[in-house]
């Protein structure tokens, strides 16, 4: 494994290859594909956490065990496409890297094996940084070690090789462009991910999943089941909470019992997430819903989820289910813990085949 000082380059020995950049907090990492003149195409060139999937290049989050990656399949990348920048920046808002620089490790991305790291140094006020770069050159692909910096976060980055950036209408934006809570409430779209964080500091330490519905149809009751599945580091199933088994993690998740019919205002069944005792091989859950009767979600009227602090009562994050499809299961949300220790919730409102949580499992574990 070679140590890369800037400016240095390696040749690239594996045709796939995975850039993770890992630093002690919490970072943003992404990539964007670039054209000879060093722009992107369009904005579908710019790969990050809510834009996961580009041609010939993915971003992949690490799921709470490993810091997050730019993965790069150099026989998918596109023609005209000469190079991919792996970029990086703390997750809270106007953190600098000074003290915490990031390390970039150059990975073999189909058997993990490391090709080579970079560590850039004498950091200060940067935001931002282009850490490594994938390039073409004379008809192979190499990487390069970079460590540019920007001092006005991701945002500066993407502007800078032609991406329009756009600031979100709720919620409040990190310099990472992140969504966070530091301007109180969040309507989340769907894929959309909030980072469970204020001030830059973690915010919560229970909180409950408040999931309703109403017959679409008036005096027509529908039983929907709300759930709750935990899964490890490796998408291995833990436990799932549901009526028929409350508690689960050592008391640290429990559901508030069965509702037969949805009628009524307010959430129909909750779920309390106790996020301080979570044990640590659990890193993420999924919120699904199921129609144990057989209705389907065509029938269902007003859909949501919404994750509230559950020591104050203050609704934090709300999403609301559009678009239902004649199907039995919903997953409706997912939150994920970071290898920093910080939980991030992303909408789903991904609709599956089944009438119970048990038929959820498979589907779900490929969904996080």
């Known amino acids: 494994m070679t140590a890369m000082t800037p400016g240095s380059n390696i040749p690239l020995s594996a045709a796939r290859v995975a850039v993770d950049v890992a630093a002690p907090v919490r970072l943003d990492v992404s990539g964007l594909l670039l054209t000879a003149d060093g722009k992107v195409r369009s904005d579908d060139d710019f790969i990050f956490y809510n834009q996961p999937s580009g041609p010939g290049v993915t971003y992949r989050a690490g799921g709470g065990s490993a810091p997050d990656a730019i993965v790069v399949d150099t026989t998918a990348v596109p023609p ?21 620089e990031p390390t970039a490790t150059v990975r073999n991305a189909d058997d993990g094996s490391a090709l080579a790291t970079f560590t850039p140094p004498q950091l ?16 192979a692909w190499k990487a390069r070690a970079v460590g540019q910096g920007y001092a006005n976060g991701l ?26 809570l530091d301007k109180g409430r969040v309507n989340l779209q769907k894929n959309q991910t909030v980072s469970l964080v204020k001030g830059g500091a973690p915010l919560l330490s229970r909180v409950r999943m408040g999931l309703g519905w109403e017959p679409a149809f008036r005096g027509k009751d529908i039983d929907l089941d709300a759930s709750v599945i935990a899964y490890g580091p490796n998408r291995n199933h833990l436990d799932s909470c549901y009526f028929g088994k409350l508690t689960i993690l050592n008391g640290a998740i429990k559901h508030s019992g069965d ?47 919404r994750l509230i602090d559950d020591a104050s009562g203050e609704e934090l994050v709300r999403f609301d289910l559009t678009g239902a499809e004649p199907q039995t299961g919903v997953m409706m949300a997912k939150l994920i813990k970071q290898f920093t220790g910080e939980w991030e919730m992303t909408a789903m409102g991904e609709f599956v085949k089944s009438r119970t949580v048990r038929g959820m499992v498979k589907p779900a574990a490929k969904a996080l």
């Not at 005209?80 to 915490?100: N, R």
């Open 80 to 100: 005209g496409i000469e190079k991919i920048v792996v970029t990086a920046s703390p997750d809270a808002a106007g953190q600098t890297f000074q003290g915490i």
């Open 155 to 180: 945002a500066g980055i993407a502007t800078d090789f032609g991406v329009s950036v756009e600031e979100p209408a709720a919620g409040a934006v990190g310099g990472s462009g992140k969504i966070n």
């Open 259 to 305: 509702n037969l019919t949805g009628e009524g205002a307010g959430d129909d069944e909750t779920i309390i997430v106790d996020l301080g005792r979570i044990p640590a091989e659990a890193t993420g859950l999924v919120f699904t819903v199921n129609s144990f009767t057989g209705q389907k979600f065509n029938e269902v009227a007003k859909a949501y989820c």
């Open 124 to 139: 200060g006020a940067e935001t931002a940084l282009v850490v490594i770069e994938i390039y073409l050159r004379n008809g």
